[in-house]
């Protein structure tokens, strides 16, 4: 996952234009707690939490 800096004006240029799981999409991946979880949903060695998509509302498209 890249890291950028929310705290920019720069980041938010185009979230007027955002649809509602665009919007979500924003809060969600600024969440540490998200960070940590998806981390270890993408290193299946880690421990990943078995509710991750329940948890966080998501859904993975095939």
Request: aromatic share 16%; charged share 25%; glycine share 4%.
């Amino acid at each position: 996952m890249s890291e950028f800096d929310w705290r920019a004006p720069k980041a938010y240029a185009n979230i007027h234009r955002a649809d509602r799981p665009g919007f979500a999409w924003e809060i969600v991946r600024r969440s540490s707690n998200y960070r940590a979880q998806f981390s270890a949903v993408a290193h299946p060695e880690r421990s990943a939490p078995a509710n991750f998509r329940k948890h966080w509302g998501l859904i993975f498209r095939r």
